[in-house]
Structure formats: C-alpha cells, structure tokens
C-alpha cells in the first residue's frame, strides 16, 4: 500500500523542517522527489539528505512567488505529485502584530507566499496532470486559515484560508481529470528558529498530545494522499494538529 514508486514529486520549501520531513518521506515510499527551496544552499543539503538514506532526490531551487521562475523551472518536468508547503512569511521572517497596528505593506509577504505560492506552482503543473489523466495537489496549510487566533497573524491566516478554498475548486474544476487537491491544515509545528525551551514547554502543553508536530507526523498523511489508495479523497481539508480544538 502507499507505494510511490515511479512518480515525480516535488516539494516546495522543503530546505527545511516540515517540507524536509515531507521529502524524506515520500522519498522512503519510492517517489523520485525535486526539493524546492529559494535558499539553493537548503535544497541542495535536504537532498543530499535523502539520497545518503538511499532515496531519490534533486534541488530545484526557485522563488514560488515568482510566477516565471516556477514555469521555467517546472516546464521540463512531468510532475504526479505537488506538495505546495513554502509559506510561513516568504523569505522574510513572520512578525506577528495586531493587525490595526500593521503597516501595509507587511500584508504582501505572507499573502504571496502561501496564496499565489499556491496558485503559480499549481498553474504551472495542472495542464499536464489533466492530460496526463492522473495528479495529486496537497497544500500544507494551518488552523490560522479555518479559526481565528489572537496572535497577530491575519494576513498569514488570510493566504492560508485562502489556499484552502483555492483547493477546493481545484477539486471540483479537475475532479473528471484524475487529479485531486486537498488541504493539510497543521496544528502548531516544532520552529527551529526558537530557541526559548519555556516557550516550546508552555505551547506544547496547550496540545492534547503534549508535543508539537514534526515533519514526521505530517509526511505520512501526504504519503496517503498522494498515493492510489487516496484516489477517492479529493476537495478535503485534514485537521493534523495533535487534538486542538479547531472549531
């Protein structure tokens, strides 16, 4: 089951934490897998990763929010499996901030990235897999896109909801194409860039589970929707969050 063998994925962001997790693990299933990061230097040591596992593996450096970079970049590969994971705030850190106090132009980062990240990539593949008769289109996306939170984060939750909805209607446009798209909706993940052990300590405690999610705990729901066994699953947004309340 879940076998992967003979298809071509690509994973956006995926230098890194979750989008490395996610590589890593399609990769284990037998797909040959292109590791997309803006940062070369990432996506290249992330697939050396994979491929002194054993797996099968290739950087393909490019910016997502640069709609002529991903189709120059994507125009001489026939993809089956797209795993749209670049988002946070871009290239630039995310600052959280109540969003009356927001300068504007902070707005653009977090809606490029995680909107039209999306948007080109899929654009850019989708005419292909429809020809083809068979794709699979999975968007790491957040609770931060279904619920609202206090935290400062509404423009990153503005490109993630509407990610979600942008799946959805892939769903249903290519549905008699054999192509499916679905939406992992994350809890709060392991950040490798803090560093504050009472923080980690007090956000873990706030999840069911006791722990935030890994790349390891979201590979595997994108090993199941990518695969065969998925055929059926299209048009859905998967809570993967460790139990919090996402209602």
Not at 22 to 47: P, T, Y
Not at 83 to 101: L, S
Not at 136 to 142: D, F, H, Y
Not at 222 to 235: F, P, Q
Request: glycine share 14%; net charge negative.
């Amino acid at each position: 089951m879940f076998d992967l063998n003979g298809r071509l994925a690509l994973v956006t962001g995926a230098g890194q934490g979750i989008g490395a997790g996610i590589a890593k693990h399609l990769a284990g299933q037998g797909a040959r897998v292109l590791v997309n990061d803006v940062v070369a230097e990432k996506a290249e040591a992330s697939a050396a990763a994979i491929r002194d596992a054993g797996g099968n593996a290739e950087a393909l450096p490019f910016d997502v929010t640069d709609r002529e970079a991903v189709v120059a970049a994507l125009a001489s590969h026939e993809l089956d499996i797209v795993i749209n994971n670049a988002g946070n705030a871009g290239a630039q850190p995310m600052q959280p901030q109540p969003f009356r106090e927001m300068d504007p132009a902070r707005w653009d980062g977090p809606l490029e990235v995680n909107l039209y990240g999306v948007m080109n990539t899929t654009h850019a593949v989708l005419a292909g897999m429809c020809e083809r008769g068979h794709g699979r289109l999975i968007t790491i996306a957040s609770g931060a896109g279904v619920i609202g939170l206090p935290i400062g984060v509404s423009p990153y939750g503005a490109g993630k909801g509407g990610a979600i909805s942008f799946m959805r209607h892939m769903a249903i446009e290519n549905a008699a194409f054999g192509v499916t798209a679905n939406s992992l909706a994350l809890g709060l993940m392991e950040m490798t860039e803090v560093h504050d052990e009472k923080l980690v300590a007090s956000l873990s405690r706030s999840i069911p589970r006791g722990r935030m999610g890994t790349g390891d705990d979201i590979g595997p729901a994108c090993i199941w929707l990518a695969s065969d066994e998925a055929n059926w699953v299209t048009g859905q947004t998967i809570h993967v969050n460790g139990g919090s309340l996402t209602t």
